[in-house]
């Protein structure tokens, strides 16, 4: 009997152990492969943001708005020359002719902000889509004043905890308090910022190297 408690016993703590090395391990695997796909999506809804900026000078904090946007929108192209001119007001002055630079923009058409952006590609429609959870990422727009200027701002984030529900619970709670220079800090990925003028990721440099 004693000899069955021990053998018992033995692979209980065995398995404890084995867990407790494996658990991070596979944990990191699993967190890095979804972090990519939500950090890919982060990185459209940026692409999404900073055209619309360009086209109406503000961001978009709507869903639906921003999508309509992509489908619908032109940039608009346009060329700097510089040029120079005869300065009329020198030349009467001193009696022979005064030059001075001039710069012109000339507008050489229009292009669509979805081709521009996403080629062929649709997947701006489900980019506001957590991968592998049933959410959407929070999306916010607004203004900060800058000094003496309103500057718009935007910002688009997930709890990781979205994307972690299947994992150990400890290993999700540490990664929600992470304070470090090769982790996504904190209990949020996030892309831009409501309080200062970023449309920087809090991911670290690594998930941007191209494979």
Known sequence: MFTILFWISAVFI???IYDSVLEPIKFKVIKKERYTKVINNLRDIR???LAHK?????YN???NSLVKFIDTARYTLTQRRDTTI??????????ID?????VLIDTLGTASVKDSIFKNSDRYKTMMNIPGADAKFTLKA?????????LPVFEA????????????AYLVFNESETIAVDGVNGAYISIGSMEEINTNGNWPRYYDEKK
Do not use: H, R, Y
């Open 98 to 102: 005064m030059f001075k630079e001039k």
């Open 14 to 16: 065995g398995k404890a």
């Open 157 to 168: 984030k997930m709890e990781k905890k979205l994307v972690l529900a299947d994992q150990p």
């Open 47 to 49: 692409d999404a943001e």
């Open 61 to 63: 904090g709507d869903w």
């Open 86 to 95: 005869i300065d009329i007001e020198l030349s009467k002055q001193f009696g």
């Open 142 to 150: 607004g203004e900060i004043e800058k000094g003496n200027s309103m």
């Open 54 to 58: 360009a086209v109406t000078g503000k």
